[in-house]
């Protein structure tokens, strides 16, 4: 079983930057795309960024310039480098990997940005 692991959450100021990552274990086989995603309570949950296994990257409009999605595919890990955050950015983010047929997710690293 594949397990994915979160870490690098916290509290930062406006303007501030964070680097959030994502760990898989467990019995890997292929990782496919992977993507991050955040969560306001009470919100659906909306997609932020995606890489395909070549390195092809996607964000979304409201990161776009400000956040960059990376991946170690020899270490089956992935990191979002976030800059130059904004209250608006606060969230719970989760990663997701698609391993094989599966869709798997991390528990959620909360991410808080406030003075």
């Not at 930057?17 to 467990?26: D, H, I, K, Q, V």
């Not at 400000?66 to 950015?89: G, H, V, Y």
């Not at 719970?92 to 094989?100: A, D, E, F, N, T």
Request: hydrophobic share 35%.
């Amino acid at each position: 079983q594949v397990q994915l692991v979160e870490s690098g959450g916290g509290l930062v100021q406006p303007g501030g930057s964070l680097r959030l990552t994502c760990a898989a274990s467990g019995t890997i086989f292929m990782i496919y795309a992977m993507a991050w995603y955040r969560q306001v309570p009470g919100t659906q949950r909306e997609w932020v960024a995606d890489i395909t296994s070549g390195g092809t990257t996607n964000y979304s409009d409201s990161v776009k310039g400000r956040f960059t999605i990376s991946r170690d595919n020899a270490k089956n890990t992935m990191a979002l480098q976030m800059t130059t955050l904004k209250p608006e950015d606060t969230a719970v983010y989760y990663c997701y990997m698609r391993h094989g047929s599966s869709d798997l997710w991390g528990q959620g690293t909360p991410v808080t940005v406030s003075s």
